[in-house]
């Protein structure tokens, strides 16, 4: 039985609040809920940069986890008060899991996330728009239905009305701050956007192609587009 990248995150969570909160702060924290206990947390046990870092999380996520990191006695549970603290083994993993797969040093939830979320809708459909462009092409599907995100991306065109400029300003842009990236989120990145003739890839698919945790390549890929925003 071994962990997936979802389990270091709750087990990080876990080690960092040490028995003093439920399961439920864990569960809320990814979640990205936000009440004034959970950000408060956030910030105390310094937990904050996995701020709504996995939307998706069920109640039952979180259960299945626990349930897997007891079994590997990587965690007990503390009498009658649903708080689990980590043990020297599950520490031990922990750092041994985060040494070979690190939390991108520019992903933080609590910071960017929600804005992350916005620019990555403007911002892929840009390139989708202008790579149609390029290749003259005026039949496509836009990759988002989102009607506000349709009228900033047309109002965004109408102020720059050179698109080739725009376009080798934009390929600029990406080429600059992927080279400081590394390569596996540079790549994530890149084939996660859709372009003339070309859909971007889905988690599922990008980590078969790199033989990569789902999680892992879902966190790599937001870990970019907050560099980008920083």
Not at 143 to 151: M, R, S, V
Request: glycine share 4%; aromatic share 12%; hydrophobic share 40%.
């Amino acid at each position: 039985m071994s962990l997936n990248y979802f389990d270091i995150m709750v087990l990080d969570c876990l080690e960092k609040i040490d028995a003093e909160r439920s399961q439920s702060a864990v569960f809320h924290l990814l979640k990205g809920k936000r009440s004034s206990q959970t950000i408060q947390d956030a910030g105390l046990f310094q937990i904050a940069k996995y701020f709504g870092m996995v939307p998706d999380c069920s109640r039952s996520d979180i259960t299945a986890s626990l349930k897997k990191l007891k079994q590997l006695a990587f965690v007990k549970a503390m009498n009658e008060t649903d708080t689990y603290r980590v043990t020297a083994e599950g520490a031990q993993e922990l750092k041994r899991a985060l040494f070979a797969r690190p939390w991108p040093a520019h992903c933080h939830g609590a910071y960017h996330q929600q804005a992350a979320k916005i620019f990555w809708k403007r911002f892929s459909l840009l390139v989708q728009v202008l790579s149609n462009k390029q290749h003259h092409c005026q039949r496509y599907t836009p990759i988002t239905k989102d009607n506000q995100i349709l009228q900033w991306v047309k109002s965004y065109l109408r102020r720059h009305p050179d698109h080739n400029a725009l376009s080798a300003s934009v390929w600029g842009l990406i080429t600059d701050h992927l080279n400081k990236l590394s390569e596996k989120q540079a790549f994530i990145f890149v084939y996660s956007l859709t372009s003339y003739e070309r859909i971007g890839y889905t988690n599922r698919q990008l980590a078969d192609s790199l033989r990569e945790d789902e999680r892992y390549v879902y966190i790599l890929f937001w870990g970019a587009v907050h560099y980008f925003i920083q």
